[in-house]
């Protein structure tokens, strides 16, 4: 047995190291590919493509002056000619490098058009039969739903019916009406949205955005719907990565995400749904993308697999799974004896950035000027989040890690917080007072009012309805959404029933008959007999043991007289009284007789 132990002991053990092994095996191989790419960049930024500057730039932080200067005027990339794509990966690239790219971002936002080929759909739908107006460009038009959900009549030159296969059931908008306005109400209650398809294929896409109504209530509709563009075209594998890198910057791009959608068959190449993943977080896509997975190892069949490896696995940088471990082993069984990946310098790049983000010695410290190791060496301040936000800076991404903080960020302008109330030429409001303006925190006092104090009569919301205004609320206490007199506070009440101290009796009550039990469990022989003795009080007859021994009357020294009952089942049967002898010589003598 304990040889089994000892055997067992060491094959957790060799599993254990094992392991180890093969992760600093890998580990060793990531790290020469990244050596490998630095090596090729440094010889010369400037030789590089643009493309190759960009994911270089992202991967490994070098060439940034070199990206900047290949723009157009800091709007957008190459500067010879600007392309939606590139423009948008060097956005990518310089953020997050932590520069700031507001301009190119707007530039960016800027290249786009209405598409062609895509389908629009009004839809109104009532549970019970309704009878609805439609308003638009100042006209009133009237449609009634029937019971089977079809609509009898047009809109007016912009909403016409479906057809079929789709007959009567929803209004569809002219092309030339995309960007009006249609007020809908109904005599029931209702609810509206839009459908979109592509014009040639019969698969209908249901808008995110729908509203709904009570009877006589109003919704709006309008059919808003962009690509970017390519010279006067939507270009769509432009469109996916713009639309990716200003999701990241959390702009709204809800209106690009129609056209991506509907138009996903006819661009496979560009394996969409890696994008639509990241941006929507739809699990379909997700399903679809790793379903096309090649040979459990790559994607696409084109000679650049690496790279469209790199963009099948974008969306998953901070996830691991079966498809994605199969894909590093073999793209470490594939690298060059120098580690890079077919000497491709955009390839090697874009694979450590997509898929080994983790392990690249440059994160956090990429775009460092030599010599600089500390935030405020670069005249930054090491705040929360929320802090810079307050005073609209700005994130110095690369000098982020270095604040002792990890829960700060390194922001390029000074918050209220680190200055007195003087500094920022606030006053301190007395009691009675408001601030008109914003009222921050400061190094201090938590409320120094930037604007004017102003006295106030009333109490606020808070403390009108019972309330106190506090930095946080006390264990008895519940925080509402009413009002209080300065930035920072909240309103916490007291709920009724509820006194200022809490009442622990019953946990009390709990823990001791927790304690009675485990005391029960541990003397539980002994408290057998005491409540035997207890109970032969009440009962005349003594306690019968299990095994038939009475223990009542019996005597604790001395050995118990053992009983035997009779059989529970088997009652003694009654006898009959015996018959007097007369009566037996009379029967005697009759038989005798016979």
């Known amino acids: 047995m304990n040889k089994k132990r000892v055997l067992f002991v060491i094959l957790i053990l060799s599993i254990f190291f094992l392991s180890f092994i093969i992760a600093d095996e890998i580990t060793d191989k990531v790290d020469k590919a990244y050596t490998c790419l630095q090596a090729k960049v440094n010889e010369s930024c400037s030789a590089l493509s643009s493309e ?23 709007n957008c990339w190459p500067k010879s000619g600007c392309s939606v794509k590139t423009t948008a990966q060097a956005i990518l690239a310089l953020d997050n490098a932590g520069v700031d790219t507001s301009k190119s971002a707007s530039w960016l936002m800027s290249q786009n058009t209405t598409p062609s080929g895509i389908d629009w759909f009004l839809e109104i739908e009532s549970t019970n039969p309704a009878t609805c ?52 109400s109904c005599d029931e209650s209702f609810l509206t949205t839009f459908l979109y398809k592509k014009t040639s294929s019969p698969v209908i896409y249901v808008s ?26 939507c270009n769509y594998e432009g469109s996916l990565w713009a639309t990716y890198v200003l999701n990241l910057l959390e702009k709204d791009i809800s209106n690009y995400i129609p056209y991506l959608v509907t138009m996903t068959e006819d661009n496979s190449i560009y394996f969409p749904e890696s994008f639509l993943y990241s941006i ?37 940088q901070n996830e691991e799974f079966v498809e994605k471990t199969n894909t590093k082993n073999w793209l470490l069984e594939n690298q060059d004896s120098q ?3 077919q000497g491709n310098i955009r390839n090697t790049a874009f694979i450590l950035y997509s898929i080994w983000p983790e392990l690249s010695p440059f994160s956090g410290s990429a775009n460092v000027d030599e010599g600089l190791t500390d935030c405020s060496d670069v005249g930054g301040y090491c705040v929360y989040q929320s802090s810079c936000d307050e005073i609209n800076g700005s994130e110095l991404n690369a000098y982020t890690p270095f604040c002792d903080d990890i829960t700060k960020i ?95 009796w019953w946990i009390w009550l709990l ?35 299990p095994s038939g021994f009475a223990l009542a009357n019996a005597p604790m020294n001395r050995p118990i007289q053992r009983r035997i009952l009779p059989p529970s089942r088997q ?20 038989l005798k007789d016979i």
Do not use: H
């Open 52 to 74: 190759e500057k960009i994911f270089s730039l992202l991967s490994v932080g070098e060439c940034q002056n070199e990206v900047i200067a290949d723009s157009l005027d800091g």
């Open 133 to 184: 107006t439609i308003t638009y460009d100042s006209s009133v038009y009237t449609i009634n739903i029937n019971a089977d959900k079809k609509i009898n009549s047009a809109a007016g030159i912009c909403l016409s019916l479906s057809q079929e296969p789709y007959e009567n059931y929803w209004l569809k908008v002219s092309p030339s009406c995309f960007n009006k306005k249609f007020d809908i």
């Open 208 to 233: 995110s955005d729908i509203n709904s109504a009570p009877a006589k209530g109003t919704t709006t509709e309008d059919v808003e719907f962009s690509c970017f563009k390519q010279a006067s075209t």
């Open 280 to 316: 929507t977080g739809d699990t379909n896509f997700r399903a679809n993308i790793l379903s096309q997975q090649i040979n459990n190892k790559w994607w696409g069949e084109s000679v650049d697999k690496f790279y469209n490896t790199s963009v099948a696995l974008l969306p998953f």
């Open 339 to 341: 580690g890079c990946w």
């Open 410 to 504: 390194c922001c390029d302008s000074a918050p209220l917080t680190s200055k007195t109330c003087s500094e920022v030429s606030g006053v301190i409001c007395s009691s009675g007072e408001t601030c008109s303006d914003s009222a921050f925190e400061t190094s201090d006092t938590y409320y120094c009012c930037t604007g004017v104090c102003e006295s106030t009569s009333s109490l606020s919301e808070c403390k009108s309805k019972g309330g106190n205004c506090k930095s946080s609320c006390a264990g008895n206490e519940t925080e509402t959404n009413d009002n209080c007199d300065y930035i920072g506070e909240i309103c916490c009440v007291t709920p009724v029933g509820v006194t200022g101290s809490t009442n622990y």
């Open 511 to 545: 823990l001791t008959l927790i304690i009675l039990v485990i005391l029960g469990i541990i003397f539980r022989d002994k408290l057998r007999v005491f409540w035997i003795r207890i109970k032969s009080k009440f009962t005349k007859k003594p306690p019968v043991s």
């Open 571 to 590: 009652p003694m049967r009654k006898l009959p009284p015996p018959r007097r002898s007369s009566e037996l010589d009379d029967i005697l003598k009759k």
